[in-house]
């Protein structure tokens, strides 16, 4: 069992790990130092704001591309440690401040910013009235089906028999929760179907959420599939040469052989209860000599 944080200290040694992953994860991080680095003429002189700012890496970035200030919000015990690490690498108060608490509540010292910089991707906040240019701006949502049996019986049928015993209650649990990880470019066996496109420029609270979109898609012969999986690619438009940060697996545009066509919707709101959970549903149907089958699954991703 983990043992609960009992300090500052501690609770941000046990976010560490996340913050780790991110940084290492070099295609977001590269992709974000290009959008900004490659384009200091954009960066010159102005105020950035840096939404979720973490360990202070896009604060440090802007700053280098010539940022005249930097303010960067979080509300995680993080925040603690980033105040270490700009000030070890030679940034004061005046280049950088970050402030702790929540974008919604902080008061910040501008009236207005000139660009704003942040991961907003996965938890859909969306910033009015706040600024200018946004880093990134525009996104596209795709969706499509893998074929990964050896992954669903770690995930799904596991719970079936475990170290002798039925837990098969929670796996009626788990079949309605959608997983975070990555996938295999190999276990794709569908056309990609990009299904929304996103512009933070005009996008509203209201309108964020995805009602009924429709979906199509041109299985591999076999039509057999496992589960549906959903990505996103973000891009910043506002470059000189716009930067592409791509989530999905790779090389998933392929020409295979046409097989049944598989239909459907996709849905995704914030949870009436609490806005920064998700509500997603997913029907589909396919009907041909190989496959007949129709069906609706609810997920809530928390």
Not at 93 to 121: F, N, R
Not at 149 to 175: C, P, Q, R, T
């Amino acid at each position: 069992m983990a043992a609960k944080p009992t300090s500052t200290a501690d609770a941000a040694m046990t976010s560490k790990g996340i913050h780790e992953e991110m940084l290492k994860d070099e295609v977001r991080t590269i992709s974000y130092r290009n959008s900004i680095w490659h384009n200091q003429h954009l960066f010159k002189d102005k105020v950035v704001l840096d939404v979720g700012c973490g360990t202070g890496i896009l604060c440090m970035f802007a700053a280098k591309a010539g940022a005249k200030r930097v303010i960067g919000v979080d509300m995680s015990n993080i925040i603690d440690q980033a105040k270490v690490i700009v000030k070890a690498n030679g940034f004061n108060e005046d280049k950088i401040l970050l402030v702790k608490g929540k974008m919604e509540e902080v008061v910040l010292p501008v009236d207005k910013v000139d660009i704003i910089i942040s991961e907003w991707m996965g938890y859909a906040l969306l910033y009015e009235s706040m600024g200018g240019l946004i880093f990134p701006d525009k996104a596209t949502m795709y969706l499509a089906t893998i074929e990964d049996g050896e992954y669903k019986d770690s995930k799904i049928n596991f719970w079936d028999n475990v170290y002798g015993f039925d837990m098969s209650h929670i796996k009626s649990l788990a079949l309605r929760e959608p997983l975070v990880d990555t996938v295999n470019a190999n276990a794709v066996n569908s056309t990609v179907c990009g299904f929304r496109d996103i512009d933070l420029y005009t996008v509203t609270v209201e309108g964020i959420g995805i009602s009924k979109s429709p979906l199509n898609y041109l299985p591999q012969e076999t039509t057999m599939f496992t589960a549906f999986i959903c990505y996103f690619d973000c891009y910043f438009t506002a470059c000189h040469k716009v930067v592409k940060l791509p989530t999905g697996p790779q090389d998933t545009y392929t020409h295979w052989k046409q097989g049944e066509e598989i239909t459907g919707t996709f849905s995704l709101s914030p949870n009436k209860s609490n806005n920064r959970d998700l509500d997603i549903s997913i029907s589909y149907k396919c009907h041909g000599q190989l496959t007949n089958i129709e069906a609706t699954h609810d997920y809530k991703m928390c």
